[in-house]
């Protein structure tokens, strides 16, 4: 099925909106000029608006013409990175350090032109409610706006979202079954040792000494507390420690990630992490503090709902176009939290090259492809339908 020339007309309005976004990024709960911008397009479009969920968060619902019929939620981030833009593009990030590196400006405008077209074409069952998220790469915006009564005050009996793929070919489509985002757990772990003099290292007991040590057996820690199909890793993103050439300091912080595919397996590594350092504490007679930061679950795709949801591809970009179905990745949505309460699925859609060898997401050269916006809201669009005709899924 071609995209519907009511949603090609909507191209060049959607390209604006998105560049509009891309340059005016905001950070996670900040996101009041882009909440503002958002707010004004629903209102102007007759939807009911509410806002202050998650703190900057925006909801807008709009009921069909056809009476009584599911209620689907429809979701989308808000906020951007902190990182400084290298596109060079004209309408490259105005916020130094700040940019969507994401694609979330490219996700908002998608399911703005999905309330757009739906508020003018409402001949659906039921209701549509459009979910724009604050806070998705930092604080876990989804959890914060149910934990405000995200479901309560707007009843669903469902809830999707897209997600773009610059490491597919643009117009592609592709899902995973089950497991498909792995859940994350940040970690500091603070070693306090004893300071001293360079030249005289043997009175003192090195930090960071043992803390490269530390690092070593954490890279290794998955493969002794794990089963080889069991998709798991630790990463130490940075240690900390000094600020002289001829000190000693008496105290470093090493700092990383977990990733686990499954509860369980995050729980075993959690267990090992911890004995690991009680270990270390003993035999370096260091005192080491392990401070673990709950971060997000595991994102699970139903499989009813992935059907539904392949099926709904194949009619927007073909089946020559569907990848099928995609490998789990290491990185966390916070969607994860959304599906834990409803019934669901994230999808991918492609925004590259045609042999997926451009900048990736969170890569300071990145931009969102603006050819994928029609097909991301013809998407949502015909998942909408779907769900009305089907009454729900």
């Known amino acids: 099925m071609p995209i519907r020339k009511e949603i090609v007309g909507l191209k060049k309005e959607m390209i604006a909106w998105r560049r509009h976004l891309h340059a005016h990024p905001e950070l996670g709960f900040h996101e009041h000029m882009t909440g503002d911008f958002v707010a004004e397009k629903l209102e102007s479009w007759g939807l009911r608006v509410h806002r202050g969920l998650g703190g900057t968060g925006v909801v807008g619902v709009l009921a069909g013409q056809q009476g009584d019929g599911p209620s689907v939620g429809l979701r ?52 549509v409610t459009f979910i724009f998220q604050p806070a998705e790469e930092k604080g876990g915006g989804a959890n914060v706006m149910i934990g405000d009564g995200l479901f309560e005050q707007h009843p669903m009996d469902s809830v999707w979202t897209l997600h773009n793929a610059p490491h597919l070919p643009c117009g592609m489509i592709a899902w995973t079954t089950g497991p498909a985002m792995s859940a994350v ?43 080889s199909y069991e998709e798991a890793m630790i990463t130490v993103t940075r240690i900390r420690s000094g600020d002289s050439y001829n000190v000693i300091p008496s105290a470093a912080t090493l700092s990383g990630t977990m990733r686990a595919l499954d509860d369980s397996v995050m729980d075993r590594l959690r267990s090992a992490l911890s004995r690991l350092c009680s270990g270390y504490e003993t035999m370096f007679e260091a005192e080491i503090a392990v401070k673990q930061h709950l971060g997000y679950p595991v994102l699970v795709n139903r499989a009813e709902n992935t059907a539904l949801a392949a099926e709904v591809a194949a009619g927007v970009v073909g089946e020559d176009r569907i990848y099928g179905r995609h490998p789990p990745v290491m990185g966390s949505e916070d969607f994860a939290f959304m599906l834990r309460h409803k019934p669901g699925a994230q999808i991918w859609i492609g925004g590259g090259p045609p042999d997926g060898d451009g900048p990736q997401l969170h890569d300071p050269r990145y931009d969102f492809n603006d050819a994928a916006l029609t097909i991301g809201t013809e998407f949502l669009v015909s998942l909408t339908e779907r769900l009305a005709a089907d009454g729900g899924g």
């Not at 004209?90 to 994401?102: F, I, Q």
């Not at 300071?195 to 998955?222: F, K, W």
Request: aromatic share 4%; hydrophobic share 35%; with cysteine.
């Open 76 to 127: 989308a981030e808000l906020d951007a990175l902190p990182i400084a833009e290298k596109t060079g593009a004209s309408w490259a990030s105005r916020h130094d350090g700040v940019m969507h590196a994401c694609g979330h400006d490219g996700h908002t405008a998608m399911l703005l032109g999905a309330a757009k077209h739906l508020s003018r074409s409402p001949a659906f069952g039921g209701t």
């Open 185 to 227: 757990e940040d970690f500091d772990i603070e070693i306090q040792g004893t300071g001293g003099h360079a030249a005289r290292p043997y009175v003192a007991n090195d930090p960071i000494g043992i803390a490269c040590r530390l690092q070593q057996e954490l890279e290794s820690l998955v493969r002794r507390s794990t089963d």
